[in-house]
C-alpha cells in the first residue's frame, strides 16, 4: 500500500539545507553549552570555591562573579537578538510561477553556481519595516533555474517580467550589461540591488554576508549589525574570562595548589573564542568600514558591475571621441575605460500585445525614462559612502544604536527615492566620465582613482565578473548608443 511506496531520493540541495537545519540546533546548543561551562568555572570554582571559600578573599570572589556578568550579559542579549533575526536576514520574495511565462525553458545544465544572476523585488521578507509577507520555507526540492530570453525581451517581442518598475522608478540601479535588473533564475524574480543568491538556503538575501553556523543561520542586513555587535561582545568575554583564568592559574602555581583540568579548560576556551570572536569582530567591522559584505569582498579590487543612470531628459551627454568598441583600452594614457554601454528606456515593451499595431511604442510614452548603462572601473563600490557613514548606515544613526541590539541598521530603510540604497561619490565621477555630468574637480578625483585601481589590476580584458553571458548584447546597446548621441 502507501506505507510501501519510496520516497524519492534526495537532492543535493535538499541534503545541504538538512545539514544546515541540523547544524542550526546542534551549533548554538554547543555554544550556549560552554558558555554555561565558562560560567561554572569562573563562577563557582574561582569565585565562590576558590576566592571566597577557600581564600576568604570574598571581596575579590564577588568582584570576579560580578564582572563575569557583567560581561555575559550583553553577549547574551546580543545573541537572542541576533537568534531572533536568523529566520528573517532580509529574504527577498520568490517570483510568482507565472514570471515563468517570458522566459526560456530551464536549461539542461543550471547554473546554480553563478550567485551573481539572482533574483530581485523590493518586497523584503523580514518581518519587520519592509512588509509584513511572512517569510516562506526553504524550496522543499531542487529548484528548475531559468534564463530570461533577453533579447526576446529587448526587441519587445516578450514582455518582461513583472517587477521593472520597481527598479526604473528609481534613478540609479544595478543591471545587468542590458540594463535590465539582474535576474535570479533560481527564485524566478528580478535581484534588488546587493542581493546574493544563497544556494544552501534556496533564496536570495539582501546584503547576504555569509551562513554563520554560530547563530544557525544566514547573516544578512538585518542582523548584520547585531551580528557585528554579539562578535564584539563574546570577544571581550572571551578576553576576560582568559585573563581571570591566566592570574588564578598562575597564583595557585606560586602558591603550590594543584590545578584542576577544568581550569586548564577554561582558559583554553578564553584564549581560543578571544582569537575567534575578536577576528570576526575585526573582520566584519573593517568590511562595514568599507560597506561590503564578505561576499562583496570576494575579488573586490577586480570586480566591474553595470548601473543604469537615469538620464535627465533636458540634459544631453557630453560629446566627446569615442572608440568603436564600448569599452575604450588605454592602457598608459590619461584616459580611463568608458563607462558608458548604451542605453534602456523603461518601462519595457509596455504594450499589452507587442503585436497590436494601434499601440504605440513605448518610447514615445511621456512616463518613458532612459537610463544610461554605465560599466563601473574595477574595484568601485557604488555604495561607498566613507568610512564612517558606512559605518553610521550599519550600525545605527546614534552612538548608543553601535552598542544596543535594539534597532536594525538604517540601511534597511529602502524609502529613498534616488536607488534603493544611499549612493556615494563614486557613482557621480562615473557619470563625469561618462559625459552624463560635468565637473573638472570630479573629473581630477575620478582620474586619480582611476589610475589607482588600474596599479590593482592584473588582467583588464575580462573583468566582467557581473555581466551575464547573452551575446547579443552588443547590438542593442549599441544601436541604443548611437540613437542617443545623435539627439
Ligand atoms: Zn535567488
Sequence with gaps: MSQCQQRPPKSQLENRQAANRTTAVIVPALLIGIVGYATWIVVVLIGANYLIKHQSRNGAGIAVI?????????MAASYLRLLMTVPHPGYVERGSPTAATPVKPPQETPPQHNVQASCTSTKVQDGTNQNNTKPRPAAPQEPSVTVLDTKAI??????????????????????????????????????PDRSHHGSDLGRCVLKMDHFCPWVGGVVGEQNFNFFIQFCSYAGVYALFVMIVMAVFISEARSRGNPLGGNWIAGITLGAVFTLFAGGMSLTSISLGLKNLTTIDNIGHQRRVMHIAVLIDPMQQRQPRPMSTDHVKHTHGSEESEDPWQGTITYP????????????????????????????????????????????ESIM????????????????????????????????????????????????????????????????????????????????????????????
Aim: aromatic share 10%.
Design 66 to 74: 560580578v564582572l563575569y556578568f557583567i560581561f555575559l550579559f550583553p
Design 154 to 191: 529587448l526587441s519587445g517581442e516578450l514582455p518582461p517580467p513583472p517587477g521593472t518598475e520597481c527598479f526604473y522608478s528609481k534613478e540609479v540601479f544595478a543591471c545587468d550589461q542590458n540594463g535590465l535588473p539582474i535576474w535570479c533564475g533560481t527564485c524566478n524574480n528580478w535581484k
Design 348 to 391: 519595457l515593451n509596455a504594450m499589452p500585445d507587442a503585436s497590436s499595431e494601434t499601440t504605440l511604442p513605448p518610447r514615445t510614452s511621456s512616463a518613458s525614462r532612459t537610463f544610461a548603462i554605465l560599466r563601473t572601473h574595477p574595484g568601485m563600490n557604488p555604495w561607498n559612502l566613507g568610512a564612517f557613514r558606512n559605518f
Design 396 to 487: 545605527g544613526d546614534h552612538w548608543y544604536d553601535w552598542f544596543l541590539p535594539l534597532r536594525h541598521s538604517p540601511c534597511c530603510n529602502h524609502d529613498r527615492g534616488d536607488s534603493m540604497y544611499e549612493l556615494g561619490p563614486d557613482v557621480e565621477r562615473l557619470k563625469v566620465d561618462a559625459g552624463l555630468s560635468s565637473s573638472s574637480k570630479s573629473r581630477a578625483s575620478s582620474r586619480r582613482r582611476h589610475r589607482k585601481h588600474r596599479h590593482h589590476r592584473e588582467d583588464s580584458e575580462d573583468m566582467d565578473i557581473m555581466g551575464s553571458t547573452l551575446a547579443n548584447v552588443n547590438g542593442v546597446t549599441g544601436r541604443e548608443r548611437n540613437s542617443f548621441e545623435s539627439v
